[in-house]
């Protein structure tokens, strides 16, 4: 079992930053990659920006730009960098890792992320 906790996020204006980490523990040692989803009111999950061992990033399209996602596997934390937020970026983030080792993805908690207009 692998364990994910967020934290970092909060209520900032149009136009702020914030920045998320997520910290994992537990069955760490086949880690493939991390990452970061979102999902808002009535809407489904969705793809922000995932970052593997070999250092290979992907961004939502939406994003590009914006945020940048880092990590450090060797602490298994992955982070991310909001700029320039708006108010559509309003959502629970959720952290996200899959292990190759159990053949399963894992989830945090999640953690707000309010931008006002």
């Known amino acids: 079992q692998v364990q994910l906790v967020e934290s970092g996020g909060g209520l900032v204006q149009f136009g702020g930053s914030l920045r998320l980490s997520c910290a994992a523990s537990?069955?760490?040692?086949?880690?493939?990659?991390m990452g970061w989803y979102r999902q808002a009111p009535g809407k489904e999950r969705e793809l922000v920006a995932t970052i593997n061992v070999s250092g290979t990033v992907n961004y939502a399209d939406s994003n590009k730009g914006r945020f940048t996602i880092s990590g450090d596997f060797a602490k298994n934390t992955v982070y991310l960098q909001m700029n320039s937020l708006k108010p559509e970026d309003t959502a629970v983030y959720f952290c996200y890792t899959y292990s190759y080792g159990s053949g399963k993805g894992y989830w945090g908690q999640g953690t707000q992320v309010t931008v006002s207009s």
């Open positions: 537990g069955r760490t040692f086949s880690i493939y990659v």
